[in-house]
């Protein structure tokens, strides 16, 4: 594992010291390291979102689309509760 150091703000190091402490952080490292875990999936859902947006859609999404999926949400259901 690398070593990275950073310099903060005694505001923004309070703010951090407090999260450790509430969050169940064992250290600012932990805390730092699940904020860059959370801004990777982020970026990752914001690339998902945006590749759909740019894509044709394949059905329209109609009352008979709805139904459909409804359908095999009770089929799904119903597979699962004898599985």
Known sequence: M???NISLPDALKSFVDEQVNQGGYGTSSEYVRELIRKDQDRLQLRGLL??????????????????????????AAKDGAHG
């Open 2 to 4: 690398s070593t990275m």
């Open 50 to 75: 945006l590749a759909g947006a740019a894509s044709a859609p394949v059905a329209p999404a109609d009352p008979a689309y709805f139904e459909g999926l409804r359908d095999r949400v009770r089929k």
